[in-house]
């Protein structure tokens, strides 16, 4: 599955892989994250975490996230690939110059930094007065 990851700035999208993933992952859940960004926003950065609570992802997982960048290619300024996965680091390494906009690549260890470059320049999302992000 995916989990949204909370508290980045507006404009940034981040996920995180979790379990086991598949291509209804990514159809019913990422897809529309990034086209309800992209509805609110020229450009959007996305935060793409394949890390420690990875157990699988299925190979048409693999080319549905392969994908997203190229399906939105003009939205798309920057991608921080997190992951200490070689596989993931390799296709990455290997595919990176066909997705649009920035694409850097991290390891798990550094997630915070990962963070700090897909945010940098943008403003931090603002809690409400209950302390909730806004929507």
């Known amino acids: 599955m995916i989990e949204l990851i909370e508290g980045l700035p507006d404009g940034v999208v981040g996920f995180e892989a979790v379990g086991k993933v598949t291509v209804s992952d990514y159809d019913e859940f990422v897809a529309p994250l990034i086209e309800r960004a992209g509805a609110s926003h020229d450009k959007i950065r ?16 693999v080319f549905e996230d392969a994908k997203l960048g190229l399906s939105n290619v003009r939205s798309i300024e920057r991608i921080a690939v997190v992951t200490d996965i070689g596989r993931f680091r390799a296709l ?5 110059w066909t997705l649009p906009g920035e694409l850097k690549l991290f390891e798990n260890a550094e997630r915070a930094e ?18 909730e992000a806004p929507t």
Not at 46 to 61: I, P
Not at 115 to 127: D, K, Y
């Open 46 to 61: 996305l935060l793409h975490v394949l890390g420690d609570r990875l157990t699988g992802h299925t190979a048409s997982a």
């Open 92 to 96: 990455v390494k290997a595919g990176g």
């Open 114 to 131: 990962a963070e700090a470059w897909v945010s940098e320049g943008l403003q931090p999302t603002l809690p409400t007065k209950d302390g």
